[in-house]
Nanobody, 116 residues
Framework: QVQLVESGGGLVQPGGSLRLSCAVS????????MGWYRQAPGKQRELVAG???????NYAEAVKGRFTISRDVANNTVYLQMSSLKPEDTAVYYC??????????WGQGTQVTVSS
């Protein structure tokens, strides 16, 4: 059973920063891709950033230059560093792991609210 546990969400003012963490119960190299998604109220879940096992990281156009996905292989943790946050970044953020059989695993989500 794979478990993904997110942390680091909260309330932040516009222009501020947050770092989300995703602790994975298995080596992250067991997965083809690690990623972060988000879902705002009334909207579909969308990809924010992806980190393939091998290859380049990729980002949604809306967050390029502001968000950075990274990983700590030794500690089975994936991070999302978010800077210059905007109110439209407000959403529940989910960690995702996709394995070689294209099976997706999800965390429980962490709320990020950007508001003054």
């Amino acid at each position: 059973q794979v478990q993904l546990v997110e942390s680091g969400g909260g309330l932040v003012q516009p222009g501020g920063s947050l770092r989300l963490s995703c602790a994975v119960s298995r080596t992250i190299f067991a997965f083809d891709v690690m990623g972060w998604y988000r879902q705002a109220p009334g909207k579909q879940r969308e990809l924010v950033a992806g980190y393939p096992r091998y290859g380049s990281r990729n980002y949604a156009e809306a967050v390029k230059g502001r968000f950075t996905i990274s990983r700590d292989v030794a500690n089975n943790t994936v991070y999302l560093q978010m800077s210059s946050l905007k109110p439209e970044d407000t959403a529940v953020y989910y960690c995702n792991a996709r394995d070689i059989n294209s099976l997706n695993y999800w965390g429980q989500g962490t709320q990020v609210t950007v508001s003054s």
